[in-house]
């Protein structure tokens, strides 16, 4: 699979299995392994050992990452995204203190490289976790062809703190 990193933090889609974390510009190549299409598929962004990546010093922010055509093509059409999963710092070491306020999870359809299309999804969610957090989806949503833009956008009480994580 083809990795593109933008400076965006993502969401993972469990049974359709999307995960993404903030990334700088770089590009990495794997393959994608052709399944069943009855199979669920896990497509991510991760090595699993989460690491710190930035703050903020705006209230509410959007992290978000770019699935391309290339990424996706063979899943149009016969895969659904079901969950998002994301990883987030949302507390502090001792979990004592809460740092978010509100938080929503965001699917985006056919947009540009820089910038992500029609909202497909968007709800509040609470209970976030430092961690890995699992949203699933309501009603999972068809892939279809063109890009899709995955994340979440946070509102958070504190500023200069490091809310997303990476594990790449």
């Given at each position: 699979m083809k990795k593109r990193f933008t400076y965006f933090l993502g969401a993972m889609l469990i049974a359709f299995g999307l995960n993404a974390q903030i990334f700088l510009s770089e590009k990495i190549t794997e393959p994608i392994l052709p399944l069943s299409p009855k199979a669920e598929?896990?497509?991510?962004?991760?090595?699993?050992?989460?690491?710190?990546?930035?703050?903020?010093t705006v209230p509410t922010f959007q992290a978000l990452v770019r699935f391309t055509p290339a990424e996706l093509g063979a899943y149009y059409g016969?895969?659904?995204?079901s969950n998002l999963r994301f990883m987030i710092m949302a507390t502090n070491e001792?979990?004592?203190?809460?740092?978010?306020?509100?938080?929503?999870?965001?699917?985006?359809?056919?947009?540009?490289?820089t910038k992500p299309g029609q909202v497909l999804f968007n709800e509040?969610?609470?209970?976030?976790?430092?961690?890995?957090?699992?949203?699933?989806?309501?009603?999972?949503?068809?892939?279809e062809s063109g890009d899709y833009w995955v994340g979440y956008e946070l509102t958070v009480k504190y500023?200069?703190?490091?809310?997303?994580?990476?594990?790449?």
């Open positions: 598929v896990e497509l991510h962004y991760d090595n699993g050992a989460p690491h710190a990546t930035f703050g903020t016969n895969k659904s995204i001792a979990g004592n203190v809460n740092w978010i306020g509100a938080a929503r999870v965001l699917v985006y359809g056919n947009g540009t490289a509040a969610v609470g209970g976030m976790t430092t961690g890995w957090n699992i949203i699933p989806l309501p009603e999972p949503i068809l892939l500023h200069n703190i490091v809310y997303t994580l990476r594990d790449v």
